[in-house]
């Protein structure tokens, strides 16, 4: 699918980068992927690639599907088409096994297990992990998310709004996946830690060789960290590019926040 949209790329602006000779340039492939809830039909053929240690942000507004993409890719939602990880079809397997393929999903609404200390939820995170690497994956969160380590032993339900937020992410990462699905990741946090999250996630990123598709309400900041930017409009990735290519005030609807 290429787009002859803003800048007129000559390359699919839905595509992974191309590759560096290591391997196969993407590491997801997702194809006429179909999702909804009941007889409503909410994603009408998306079609998107992610190379390793990419960040994706998909745009758009309220009700486009941009958490139903993320729920389908995660094995939340029923879908159909095709959605390879590294190869292996994702579509038509349980939440747990996609976790185990190297998925890690940070859904709206955070998903914490409240009445659970901050420890208790970053070692459910790591439940999946070989017991002889999750003190190591433990120190690695906790040294992203200093602020995690002074509240170990406090409910996660008794965290600021922008606490549990790093928490969630943490408990995401203690997967140490190789796709992480991030819903709104800034929501609840000050400037501040907004952008010490997204350094984070950079960071992450770049050594681990990650690969990240999020929505994000600020559209902005989103622009700012991620190399690519799509929109997604009543079910369909419709046009994309280069992050930055949005800043220049071609697509002002951009920049609603949406779902």
Known sequence: MTVNGPG???RSLFEAP???????AA???????????????VLHGVDLELAAGEMVAVL???????TTMLRALSGLVRGRGSVLLDGTELLGRAPEEIVRLGVAHVPEGRGLFAPLTVEENLRIGAHLRPAAERAEDMRRVLAWFPVLRAHLSQPAGSLSGGEQQMLA???ALMTRPRLLLLDE???????VAT????????????????AMLLVEQDARLA???????????SGRLTVGGPAGWPQAGRRPSLFRPGR
């Open 27 to 41: 590491l997801l492939r997702v194809h006429g992927l179909r999702a909804g809830y009941g007889p409503a039909r």
């Open 223 to 233: 622009l700012e960290f991620t190399s690519r930017a799509l929109v997604m409009e």
């Open 60 to 66: 758009g507004p309220n009700g486009a599907g941009k």
């Open 195 to 210: 952008r010490r999250m997204f350094d984070v996630l950079r960071a992450v990123g770049s050594h681990d060789r990650v």
């Open 169 to 171: 992410v943490g408990r």
């Open 18 to 24: 191309p590759g560096t000779g290591n391997g196969p």
């Open 8 to 10: 007129d790329h000559p």
């Open 185 to 191: 990741p800034s929501r609840g946090l000050a400037p």
